[in-house]
T-cell receptor, first 113, second 112 residues
Framework: DMKVTQMPRYLIKRMGENVLLECGQD?????MYWYRQDPGLGLQLIYI???????SEGDIPKGYRVSRKKREHFSLILDSAKTNQTSVYFC????????????FGPGTRLLVL | GEKVEQHESTLSVREGDSAVINCTYT??????FPWYKQEAGKSLHFVID?????DRKQSQRLIVLLDKKAKRFSLHITATQPEDSAIYFC???????????FGTGTRLQVLP
């Protein structure tokens, strides 16, 4: 059963706190993505990971960093969260690259107060 | 960089009618065009895709058309049903980057 998981599903943090969002996949997919979804803006790409320790900035990387130490796990870190980082965050994975179907996790709804 | 524009932000159709969602892209190097569906409060899941070596693809009630000359692609949903109500996202990706660029989504409402 092909699956992408995300933890936590809901999170409330205060401005300045650190945030860790975790993503896992059980498909041995090479490439993983972090997006944020805001009303009217669609999905915006934050980071891409091609494999373990091989990460690349997306379109809006400022304020975020990532970590991929195992192929099946991809973490998004917000050091000192800001209120404008309130959003829904989606993780996705593809077998090889962007010419493959993306499998999305259920999303994490983050509120930064 | 690539930009994908999704022309209809909302679309309402009567059950049984067809729905058409249109997207345009800017980069002629784009070669893969997937569509994703997001039901209310849920995540996105893949529905259909088309690659640049063809101009039409059908999967049951879904048809995707690609016009490379006009840099336009469209999703046609025939014989719409209430469960087709959702937000549909088009996307485009190029072989020389690993990015997938999404449109802003079309909220489709199928009315009884």
């Amino acid at each position: 059963d092909m699956k992408v998981t995300q933890m936590p599903r809901y999170l409330i943090k205060r401005m300045g706190e650190n945030v860790l969002l975790e993503c896992g996949q059980d498909m041995s997919h090479e490439t993983m993505y972090w997006y944020r979804q805001d009303p009217g803006l669609g999905l915006q790409l934050i980071y891409i990971s091609y494999d373990v320790d091989s990460n690349s900035e997306g379109d809006i990387p400022k304020g975020y960093r990532v970590s991929r130490k195992k192929r099946e796990h991809f973490s998004l870190i917000l050091d000192s969260a800001k209120t404008n980082q309130t959003s829904v965050y989606f993780c996705a994975s593809t077998l090889r690259d962007n010419q493959d179907t993306q499998y999305f996790g259920p999303g994490t709804r983050l509120l930064v107060l | 960089g690539e930009k994908v524009e999704q022309h209809e932000s909302t679309l309402s159709v009567r059950e049984g009618d067809s729905a058409v969602i249109n997207c345009t892209y800017t980069d002629t190097a784009s070669s893969y065009f997937p569509w994703y569906k997001q039901e209310a409060g849920k995540s996105l899941h893949f529905v259909i895709d088309i690659r640049s070596n063809v101009d039409r693809k059908q999967s049951q009630r879904l048809i995707v058309l690609l016009d490379k000359k006009a840099k336009r692609f469209s999703l046609h949903i025939t014989a719409t049903q209430p469960e087709d109500s959702a937000i549909y996202f088009c996307a485009a990706s190029m072989t020389n980057t690993n990015k997938v660029v999404f449109g802003t989504g079309t909220r489709l409402q199928v009315l009884p």
